[in-house]
């Protein structure tokens, strides 16, 4: 039997941050697979570098399983060597299901679990297995996910936005139709900080990269970004509530020439014509005696 540490707590109680998150890297990078009758596997391939994550995943679970290494050409490399845990239990990929892994494919149906868990460390797995963390081509801190499910896109966007305050437009990008959900800068290292906690499980070269965001600081003069802020009531001066085509009418309104009315009303300037300014020609029509004899059409 391989090797394991005793565990005090149920198999997959989310509750438990090292539970969460292995299952939230599960929910990403796992593979449950069901063959004819009541077999089946939990296998999960990484490179060889992140194989002692692999081992805690062992370690925290009390069925068999078994961590493997293989050396094969793949399209980025002669010789590339992964290493893969698999689990075959019946009774272990029952919770896992249970818990919210389907079998097959997933990418687009993953959700968070329901009930109670760590949030953070759910968190932190889905990362570890789909996202990015470190810094772009121009030196900015980033942290990013990848994923197809809406409902961890969505996930993602709230807790980062009880965290840090930012907020995020969700959308799919054209060609993969997929979200790639992106924070920078001072956002980035406030979650950055807040998943990757001393002593917490994760990929060592991720966690390294996100301690590395801490040290980073905005260049004098640099000017942080605006953030969007609706007009409340009082700001806006009225006592009924104001229309989103009202807001637009009185921005553009605003961005020209405006003058005050009777009763401390706004109201648009009258445009009037430049000085200098010629007015437009309308087009003549094909026929018109206004159109040269060379580009009129034969009658």
Sequence with gaps: MADREPVDHRFMDLTVP???????????????????????????????????????????????SSV????????????HTSATWTLCSLEARTRLNACGLPY??????????????SRRDYLRGLIDADGSVGFTSKGFPFVSLTTASDAVARFLRDYCKDTTGAERILSRNARDNIYNVL??????????????????LSLERKRTAAGLLSAWARPAGMRAAHTRRRWTQEEDGSSSPVTARQRRRRHSAGRSRAVTCAGGAWAPAKWARPAGRDRVRARASPGSPHVSPSRRRPA
């Design 68 to 79: 493997t290494e293989r050396t094969r050409t793949t399209n980025f490399a002669e010789a």
């Design 18 to 64: 090292e539970y969460a998150y292995m299952f939230g890297f599960l929910q990403a990078d796992g593979h449950l697979q069901q063959s004819a009758g009541r077999k089946g596997k939990l296998s999960v391939e990484l490179n060889s570098h992140d194989i002692d994550l692999l081992r805690a995943f062992q370690r925290l679970t009390p069925y068999y």
């Design 183 to 200: 924070y920078t800068m001072e956002v980035a290292q406030r979650l950055a900080a807040d998943l990757y906690y001393p002593g917490c």
């Design 104 to 117: 097959g494919r997933k990418s687009a149906t993953i959700a968070p679990p329901h009930g109670e868990f």
